[in-house]
């Protein structure tokens, strides 16, 4: 009979290696080395609870890898309430604590307080490790918090009178305490990156709605415009067909043309996001071919700047597109420059007009220039809006670029 485990709790435990192996490793290394320290005496007592609760935690380094952030996988992998993920984590970690104990007690008669004595240390040396490698990746994490251990137990050992200082009473609720203090940042990353997922979603939302709007309102200024003229064009032509046949047929071929001009257009916008020109010819072909389409006279100088990633010239190329869009729709211009250079691997490109210009400090900003910082941020790059009342609109992107 096969266990009914909900979706969520299987991801959850799939994604947390250190549920999965690292106690139970931890435990079945640390029976057998309980039963080695029990034949070696108080040295060898002494070095079992030295090294068995650092077992987990490099369990949990070695499960997550030197990258990984153990909580943004666990947030990703378990949507559910830091409190439900709290109890299953702390439920795992008893019942394979209590099986170890168990193990203990019955390899070590006699043992007393050590079959158990180095229980909350592991416990508080893992979660604090799990709290760091919120910081820091998780083998500096684990390495941060060994040292740390090892530092403690030198200290204690060598100021106290009694051996065994750090795993008595007052150490114990020390750990006690780690463990709490830990936990309490675990939760709080955990809100913090419950509020960063949905932040993330709303943005993608909002993002969709405004690609949405944006093809909407392309087809309307560019295909749409384009369709109703040749409908207007056909007309005359019909007219002209008995009175006129030659201007018909000039018509004709004009309808012809412009027919094909507005299915590039519409291939264009549903071709995805790296049009053939740009895949194929670079960055500079792409944008010389817009610009003699473009509503105003645009000159591009790029003086050969070649080839980069297809996420860098999609990036570009797209916030190109939008601004000499702003620039059709607002400037009232009479000619605009697209400027891209690239100096060792600092990348920068730069649309101006010398249209109308407009106050930045009361201006809205549009989707469109959302858009294009977010394209440029996603690379880690920024941009920059400079423009006056009568003095025409310049933007600048800057990019750290390999080619």
Known sequence: MRLRVPDHVARLLAAAPSLRWSWAAAGAVSVGFSVWAAQTGPN????????????PVGGVAAAYGPWMDPMQELAQAAPM????????????VLVTTAAIIGFGAVLLPGAGWSTVAWILPALALTVASLALS???????AAAAVA?????????????????????????????????????????LRRERLEVQGRARQQ????????????????????????????????????????????????????????????????????????????ADEGLERALEAKARKAAVPVSVRANGIGRFSKEVETAVYYCCLEALQNVAK????????????????????TIADDGVGFDLGSAKRGVGLRSMEERVQALGGTLE???????????????TVRR
């Open 44 to 55: 060898g007592l002494l070095v079992f609870l030295i090294v068995a609760p650092l077992l």
């Open 81 to 92: 309430s830091t409190l439900t993920i709290v109890l299953i984590r702390s439920t795992a």
């Open 134 to 140: 919120t910081f820091v990746p998780v083998h500096r």
């Open 147 to 187: 040292l740390l251990w090892f530092v403690t137990i030198v200290v204690t050992e060598s100021r106290s009178p009694t051996g065994f200082a750090a795993f008595r009473g007052p150490g114990q609720t020390v750990f006690f305490l780690v463990i709490v203090g830990s936990s309490g940042v675990l939760t």
């Open 203 to 278: 943005r993608l939302i909002h993002a969709a709605d405004a690609e949405r709007r944006r093809i909407e309102q392309n087809i309307h200024d560019g295909a749409q415009q384009q369709l109703v003229a040749i409908s207007v064009k056909v007309g005359l032509a019909k007219t002209l067909i008995e009175r006129d046949p030659g201007q018909a047929a000039a018509m004709l071929l004009e309808i012809q043309a412009e027919t094909r001009d507005a299915l590039e257009s519409l291939r264009e916008m549903t071709r995805g996001t790296y049009p053939p020109m740009l």
């Open 330 to 349: 607002y400037a009232r211009a009479s000619q605009a420059t697209i400027e891209l250079r690239c100096v060792g691997g600092a990348f920068s490109f």
């Open 385 to 399: 809006v400079r423009a006056a009342p009568g003095a025409g609109t310049r933007v600048t992107g800057q990019l």
